[in-house]
């Protein structure tokens, strides 16, 4: 049973291009969360999406940078115009169901993807 | 908005010491979840909590959720050089809040 699978592992881009992560949650697993990293940082909750649904993007900011799970495919985290503030690694977890108050799902975590802005 | 707090944010440790890393949140929490991140790797989910008062073990490792569910410990007793890594905390009131994160180094 493969885990979470995210590609590429390490990115990099020029300032002012876009970056284009994919994320494939486990099987059976419908729920997915991106996450931003900085180093020596904590996890940053950033969008929460279902399939074909964006549920929750308040950790999202406004420009730039959208998401979007289809029916068919993995999630993709997209961000335009790629700034150097943007460079970290960005995580993708899922969960068999709604992680939300009183669930009791953890989240199985990609091997994240490392962004570089040159 | 909510926030969850972890501290030390660095331990260093001589193999053998006993670490104990803390979690605390502004706000009252359905549950917890700790997970652990190796260097260079991601995370890895260790355990959830969700009663109030609750203990649980996991061989050299012991972890509790406070009687008002505000805050949470994690303990490794004799630590060793393979515990080496971050422990974060998530809390839960809506989306899961992580700390920034306590990183362990065990000289052996």
Known sequence: NAGVMQNPRHLVR??????????????GHSHVYWYRQLPEEGLKFMVYLQKENIIDESGMPKERFSAEF???????LRIQQVVRGDSAAYFCASSPLAVGSGSLYEQ??????????? | GQQVMQIPQYQH??????????CNSSTTLSNIQW????PGGHP????????????????????????????SSLHITATQTTDVGTYFCAGRAGNLIFGKGTKLSVKP
Do not use: H, W
């Not at chain 1, 199985?108 to 040159?118: A, C, E, I, N, S």
């Not at chain 2, 997970?35 to 190796?38: A, E, G, S």
């Not at chain 2, 260790?46 to 972890?63: A, C, D, H, N």
């Open chain 1, 14 to 27: 020029r300032r002012g291009q876009e970056a284009r992560l994919r994320c494939s949650p486990m099987k």
């Open chain 1, 70 to 76: 289809p029916k068919e495919g993995p999630s993709i």
């Open chain 1, 108 to 118: 199985y975590f990609g091997p994240g993807t490392r962004l570089t802005v040159t």
């Open chain 2, 13 to 22: 440790v001589q193999e053998g010491e006993d670490f104990t890393t803390y």
């Open chain 2, 35 to 38: 997970y652990k991140q190796r």
């Open chain 2, 44 to 71: 890895v989910f260790l355990i959830q909590l969700v009663k109030s008062g609750e203990v649980k073990k996991q061989k050299r490792l012991t972890f509790q959720f406070g009687e008002a569910k505000k805050n």
